[in-house]
C-alpha cells in the first residue's frame, strides 16, 4: 500500500485541532486533519447550548487547573481572548457578553465551526479525513511518524494529538490522546469528570423536590470559592456554581453552601424581630428562600420553627451559622456522560509550555483538552483550544 505524505498529522477535528489546522496551513504547511467522527467541531456545536461560549473578557492563568498551574501561561499570552476576538470580527460574527465576562454567539455556534473552516480553507493547504479508525501509530528515526488507519496509511513530520477529553462520550469522546501519550512515555494524570452535576443520597435526595428551582448560593471546597447559581434537579444539583466547584471536588468531600451569600441572615433577623415579633420564623425566611426550601431545612431539623419573639441570641447565630455554611455531602457526580470537561490528562511536565510539543519525542504535539488543563466554566475551556491549537500550529 502506499504511503500518503503530509507536513503534518492532526487527529481529532475538534476546537484545538481546527485552530491548530488554520494556524500550520497559514505556515503553508500541508495538513491533514483525521477524524473517528462523522464531522468536524462537534462539541463546538453543542456547547454553551447552540450559541458556544467561545471565550471570556478577562482570561488569566487562574482560571485553569492543572498540576503545573504556570503551564498555560505562554500560550495564552501567544493567542489571546481578543485574537479569537478579531477573528469573530473578520468573520462579521454577532456576539453579546453575559455574566462575567462570557461571550457567546447571538445566532448559532454553528457559526464557530464555519469561521475554523474558512480560515482553515483559506490557506488551502488543509485536508481532512471523517469516520477513520487509527489502528496504530509508528515513529520514524527521528524524522517523523507513520499512521496506520482503516482507510490508509500516512506519513508526516509533525503529529498533533487533538482528540480532547472523555467528556460526552456520545460525542466520540475517546481516551486516544492518553494512550498516544503513554506509548510514547509520557504520564498521564488521572482523569476525572469535570464541570459536572452533584448527585445526591440520602437525606439531602430532599432537595431534589425542589427540581428546577434555581437561586444565587455561594459554594466553596478545597479553598475555591464561586456565587452563582445553584439549580436543584432530579438527581442532585447543578448549574454554574455547582459545575464551578465540581472540579475542585474529590470523592468524599464536602460542599459547603451559603444559601444566602448576600445578605446577613443573623442581621435580618433581629431587624425582623423587631419589626414583626409574632411572625414564624418559617415565613420570615421563606421572604428570602424558596418556601420549600425552607421546609426541607425544617425537615431536616437544621433549622426550628417558632415564633421570631421566642428567638434567643444563641439561636439566631445558628440558624445564621447554619444556612451561611449549610454542609452538603455529594454522593457523586454525574460522571462523563454529562461532564463538560475533563481534569487531567497528559502530564504538561512533559511537553513545552511554548509550543506544545512533546520534550522527549521531537515532533509530537498534544493540544486542547487532552493535556493536564482545564479551565473554568465560562468560555475558558475553548480559549484553552485556540491558544494551544494555534502555537502548536506555529510550531509543527
Ligand atoms: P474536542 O472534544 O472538541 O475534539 C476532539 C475531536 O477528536 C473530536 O472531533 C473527536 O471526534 C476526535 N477524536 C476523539 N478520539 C478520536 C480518535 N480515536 N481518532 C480520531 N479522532 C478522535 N467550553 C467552553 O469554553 N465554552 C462552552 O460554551 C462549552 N460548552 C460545552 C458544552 C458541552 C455539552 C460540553 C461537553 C463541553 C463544553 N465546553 C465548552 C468544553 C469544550 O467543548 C471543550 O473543552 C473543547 O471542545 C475541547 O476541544 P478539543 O479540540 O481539545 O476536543
Redesign the pocket.
Given at each position: 500500500m502506499s504511503i500518503i505524505q503530509h507536513d503534518v498529522i492532526i487527529?481529532?477535528?475538534?476546537?484545538?485541532?481546527?485552530?491548530c489546522a488554520a494556524s500550520a496551513g497559514q505556515r503553508k504547511r500541508s495538513v491533514l486533519v483525521?477524524?473517528?467522527?462523522k464531522r468536524?467541531?462537534?462539541?463546538?456545536l453543542?456547547?454553551?447550548?447552540g450559541?458556544?461560549?467561545?471565550?471570556?473578557y478577562t482570561v488569566e492563568p487562574q482560571n485553569y487547573l492543572s498540576q503545573n498551574p504556570h503551564f498555560v501561561k505562554s500560550a495564552l499570552s501567544q493567542y489571546t481572548q481578543w485574537d479569537f476576538l478579531g477573528l469573530i470580527a473578520k468573520h462579521d460574527i454577532a456576539f453579546h457578553e453575559r455574566d462575567h465576562g462570557?461571550l457567546?454567539c447571538d445566532d448559532s455556534?454553528k457559526q464557530i465551526v464555519d469561521l475554523l473552516l474558512r480560515e482553515c480553507a483559506d490557506t488551502e493547504k488543509v485536508k481532512y479525513q471523517y469516520q477513520?479508525?487509527?489502528i496504530s501509530i509508528e515513529r520514524l528515526d527521528n524524522t517523523g511518524f507513520i499512521v496506520h488507519t482503516n482507510n490508509g496509511v500516512y506519513q508526516c513530520e509533525s503529529l498533533v494529538v487533538?482528540?480532547?477529553?472523555l467528556?460526552?462520550p456520545r460525542?466520540?469522546?475517546?481516551?486516544?490522546?492518553w494512550k498516544i501519550a503513554e506509548q510514547f512515555g509520557l504520564k498521564v494524570i488521572q482523569p476525572q469528570a469535570a464541570?459536572v452535576p452533584f448527585t445526591l443520597d440520602g437525606k439531602e435526595k430532599e432537595l431534589c423536590n425542589l427540581t428546577g428551582t434555581a437561586l444565587p448560593v455561594r459554594v466553596s471546597c478545597n479553598n475555591q470559592s464561586f456565587t452563582e447559581a445553584l439549580l436543584f434537579t432530579h438527581r442532585g444539583v447543578s448549574g454554574p456554581a455547582i459545575l464551578q466547584i465540581s472540579s475542585y471536588w474529590n470523592v468524599g468531600d464536602t460542599v459547603v453552601v451559603d444559601w444566602l451569600p448576600n445578605l446577613d441572615l443573623a442581621d435580618l433577623l433581629v431587624q425582623a424581630i423587631d419589626k414583626n415579633p409574632a411572625q414564624e420564623l418559617k415565613t420570615m425566611l421563606s421572604k428570602v428562600l424558596p418556601k420549600r426550601l425552607v421546609e426541607i431545612f425544617i425537615g431536616l431539623g437544621d433549622v426550628t420553627n417558632c415564633l421570631l419573639r421566642q428567638l434567643t441570641q444563641k439561636q439566631i447565630d445558628h440558624i445564621a451559622m447554619t444556612l451561611h455554611h449549610w454542609i452538603l455531602k455529594p454522593n457523586g457526580t454525574e460522571g462523563y456522560r454529562?461532564?463538560?470537561?475533563?481534569l487531567g490528562g497528559v502530564d504538561t511536565n512533559y511537553l513545552s509550555s511554548k509550543t506544545m510539543e512533546a520534550r522527549d519525542v521531537p515532533g509530537l504535539f498534544f493540544?486542547?483538552?487532552?493535556m493536564d488543563v482545564?479551565?473554568h466554566?465560562?468560555?475558558?475551556?475553548?480559549?484553552?483550544?485556540w491558544s494551544?491549537?494555534w502555537v502548536a500550529g506555529l510550531n509543527v
Open positions: 487527529i481529532g477535528a475538534g476546537a484545538a485541532g481546527l485552530m483525521l477524524d473517528k467522527g468536524p467541531g462537534r462539541k463546538i453543542i456547547s454553551g447550548g450559541r458556544c461560549n467561545f471565550t471570556n462570557q457567546f455556534a477513520i479508525d487509527i487533538a482528540s480532547g477529553g467528556s460526552m460525542l466520540g469522546a475517546t481516551p486516544f490522546g464541570l454529562t461532564a463538560e470537561a475533563t493540544v486542547g483538552e487532552c482545564t479551565g466554566l465560562g468560555g475558558y475551556n475553548f480559549q484553552w483550544a494551544s491549537g
